[in-house]
């Protein structure tokens, strides 16, 4: 089938490629239809543990139509358990990110029982797919229960599981260590593992709320809801109240800067009202901008996605002054955005932010304070940072990259031969 031909098809699966095509270009999805040609015809199945909420489902929200989209058979599985399973994988979910409660036997034996409960009613679909992707720990143990599969297994990793708790990661290695490969977020998020091991940074969707084209006058009337002036510059960070992201440190450096240049800043996070240490961070942000009218220290919804858009689209130069970070998603946006970031010189900022190219990466408050005044000294340059920023997270961090990676992955293992991988084109 061409890519034409595809790409006109009536059902909803095509016209989702015909729309990311508008915002991300033919080429992209030229490359991605490519993949796809090659891996058509065939069964995948991932699985995870919730339809909705958090980052996973939303990404599985949209790899599943798109693959469909591309003549790959896939269908999504979410494993099902009581309170006292999900108990269980926060634990390990914790203990994976460094936490040092461990597992009691009981719990084991739940996590266990629960999955052994799933592999009852999955089992006749995921022995005879050709691909399963395993999201996360909690369904970590489906393919023990799987004796019969013909396919290949991916074990996907979200989670920074660069210093694990030994004893929980110990226990899941059990279940981790049979698949034919796994995928990790970040080189420094993965632990060894007996088999194939791929880094697929995470990425953000251009269709969704928090990153889709805004009309100019949006921006303008949300950033004039806020008292902030449109016509002046400003700096944004959004981010949780939290001090690795250092929000202090972003006040100081706005304070440094603006000695020498007009200036509005934008702290925007969420509420914080069920993690206390953000709520005492809340408190001391609040306390550094008391005073000043050109600080706005903004608490929003949970479900801002629109908000954010328009404030990180407002905004002249976006900040993210994490002094420890994941991946770091705010980075993308603002980079997609079409805007110079100054970020923390740590984790996945690293991987985004390429000093004077998109940006700069900054290590003090002072440093922040003299990039920021130079790029508002300069607004060409920062203009021309902004043009590099935006094409640079269309080349990399978008999520028809990160399918594209994932298909990449999966014609590598269905080729069978690590020596030559050839795609037609
Ligand atoms: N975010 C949000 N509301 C907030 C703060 C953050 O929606 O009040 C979003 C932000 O736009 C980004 C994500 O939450 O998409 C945060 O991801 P990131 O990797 O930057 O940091 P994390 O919070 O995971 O450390």
Partial sequence: MTPQRRLSGKNDDGDILKRYEEVVGPAVIRHLLQLGRYLEGLQVVHVNSTRSGGGVAE????????MNGLGISTRWEVITGTEGFFETTKTIHNALQGSSKG??????????????????HLRPILEEADFVFIHDPQPAPLLSL?????GKWIWRCHIDASRPNRKVWRYLRRWTAPYDASIFSLADFAQ??????YIIPPSIDPLSEKNIALPDEEVTAALESFGIDPSRPLVVQVSRFDRFKDPLGVIEAYRLCKRHQDLQLVLAGGGASDDP???????????????????HVLVLPDDAHRTINALQRGATVVMQKSTREGFGLTVSEGLWKHKPVIGGDVGG???QVLDRFNGYRVRTPQGAALRLRHLLQHPG??????ENAHHYARENFLITRQLRSALALMAALQAGDPERLEISL
């Fill in 146 to 150: 799987c004796p019969s599969r013909r």
């Fill in 349 to 351: 900022i690293r991987l």
């Fill in 277 to 295: 240490e953000g709520a005492t961070v809340l408190d001391e942000v609040m306390a550094a901008a008391a005073g000043d009218p050109d600080i």
């Fill in 59 to 66: 990404i599985l929200e949209r790899f599943v139509p798109l």
């Fill in 103 to 120: 597992l009691s036997t009981a719990m084991m034996s739940t996590f266990e029982a629960t999955n052994a409960e799933n592999a009852g």
């Fill in 192 to 197: 060894p593992l007996p088999h194939l091991q």
């Fill in 381 to 386: 340059q920062a203009e021309r940072m902004g």
